[in-house]
């Protein structure tokens, strides 16, 4: 046995694979996702009733709604499993590379809050009649760039989070104001794909914004890791 | 080139620590030999944990150096592939079995074909039986057993213990001591911090005291510890 620097793909590998084994033996943050996703499916299915027209004006809305408050409630769990027994410290005391380490976070939190839409879309799409599969690809792409967004904002925030007093208070009211934008870009972009959305040039703009937004906070956060780690 | 003085030596140098407010800790020099345990003391808020937590790259310094092996340290990652640590915290992943947790944290230290050492750590810390259940089935005792177990795994040359003995139970107190005891033998430097001073009399071969972030005392101790520390801070432990 020896011991080398350890390889960043090796640690991105090794840290992925010990989150979603965590996640499949306690099922913790993909249950309560997944919970909370259906319930808000069921209150905007009844809350939103009306002739398929109107709901397809409103589907937009509601399937970002989901990412928003499922994207939010993941990242907090998902850093909660490290500060339960500091385990955190003790992975960011190996000589593993740090950034690795966020980026392999940033990667479950997407799994994760994308696969809660996968289940919630043709849920909501049944429920609301709206009729999604001929832009399902397209919708598909806008979400997994809105989860993207949530994994890159939020992750790092979940991180310096973590020991916080009110933690789980303090952690939506950052990311909501600073995934704003992706929202926002989400809501537009979903809108002109179905056609609800009158005098827009289409929906390269608002992809370009959300994959540059994405870029621009994954980048940034994976360099700033190291200083947000170190007290 | 390091020189035969400095070889696996732990040194800090006008070492401080600025808070908004406060220092935590002030012009601090010290050394920390290999192969020795020194019992780092003094009454809450006197810097032991913001000196560990410099030591271990947690925290950064505000003033002053570090030097291992007569080289400043400059690279955190890599220090921290030379330091082993055991908080009060079980800092072992719940959901994952003993084995499991050793796995990640070898792979974590880049360790090669680690599974020969995982399993003689296990059977030291009489965790073998429970090698595959997970965590959270374990008793706090138990936790700390793998805990101890996660730290030695990749034989560290700087062993940090910060309240090591939480959670042990008796048989657990004295195997945690052998186990740094063998770490001290083999040329390791340890660093303890503890209000137990019985437990920490038992294994120290040196003391620092601090109060209010400054040294008041630094050298070696014997078996007069509780001695030398109601001496330094005016107070029994």
Not at chain 1, 2 to 19: Q, R
Not at chain 1, 214 to 224: K, M, P, R, S
Not at chain 2, 96 to 119: H, K, W, Y
Not at chain 2, 127 to 154: E, I, Y
Request: proline share 4%.
């Amino acid at each position: 046995m020896s011991g080398a620097a350890p390889g960043y793909v090796a640690i991105l590998s090794a840290v992925l694979v010990k989150d979603l084994r965590a996640e499949l033996r306690s099922k913790e943050t993909l249950a309560t996702m997944g919970l909370f996703g259906l319930v808000m499916t069921f209150i905007l299915a009844f809350g939103f009733t009306a002739d398929p027209a109107t709901n397809r004006r409103v589907i937009p809305g509601a399937l970002w709604i989901a990412l928003l408050f499922a994207g939010t409630l993941g990242v907090g769990r998902t850093f909660a499993r490290e500060a339960k027994d500091d385990a955190f410290s003790a992975l960011i005391l190996s000589p593993a590379p740090r950034s690795a380490v966020l980026l392999a976070k940033m990667i479950v939190n997407f799994c994760l809050s994308l696969s809660v839409m996968v289940l919630v879309t043709p849920l909501l799409a049944i429920m609301l009649r709206v009729d999604l599969l001929p832009s399902l690809g397209p919708i598909m792409l806008m979400l997994a760039l809105g989860a993207g967004g949530f994994a890159v904002v939020g992750t790092p925030l979940a991180v310096m989070a973590v020991n916080a007093r009110f933690a789980e208070v303090l952690l939506p009211m950052v990311v909501f104001p600073m995934v704003s934008p992706v929202l926002i870009g989400g809501v537009k972009g979903t809108s002109v794909i179905l056609g609800t959305t009158f005098g827009d040039d289409g929906v390269g703009g608002w992809i370009q914004l959300m994959l540059a937004f994405d870029v621009a906070f994954g980048v940034g956060g994976l360099f700033l890791f190291e200083r947000m780690v170190t007290e | 080139m390091t020189s035969a003085a400095e070889a696996g030596l732990l040194r800090v140098e006008g070492l401080g620590r600025a808070y908004d407010d406060h220092y935590a800790l002030v012009d601090l020099d010290a050394e920390f030999p290999p192969g020795s345990v020194t019992a780092l003391l003094g009454p809450n808020g006197a810097g032991k944990s913001t000196l560990i937590g410099i030591l271990s790259t947690r925290q950064s310094a505000t003033e002053g150096r570090v030097y291992f092996d007569g080289r400043r340290v400059a690279d955190s990652a890599s220090m921290r592939q030379r330091i082993g640590f055991v908080g009060h915290r079980t800092m072992v992943y719940s959901e994952l079995t003993a084995r499991e947790n050793l796995q990640f944290f070898a792979r974590m230290f880049g360790l090669v074909s680690p599974d020969d050492a995982i399993d003689a750590l296990l059977d030291r810390v009489g965790l073998m039986r429970d090698k595959d259940r997970p965590v959270n089935g374990f008793s706090r005792g138990m936790s700390q057993r793998l805990t101890l177990a996660r730290a030695l795994l990749p034989k560290p040359s700087i062993l940090l213990l910060d309240e090591p003995l939480t959670g042990l139970d008796q048989a657990g107190v004295r195997l945690a001591l052998t186990l740094f005891r063998e770490a001290r033998d083999a040329g390791a430097v340890l660093i303890m911090a503890s209000h137990d001073l019985v437990a920490t009399s038992k294994l120290a071969d040196r003391a620092l005291i601090l109060s209010s972030g400054r040294k008041r005392f630094e050298g070696a101790t014997g078996e007069d510890l509780a001695a030398v520390y109601a001496e330094c801070i005016g107070e029994a432990a």
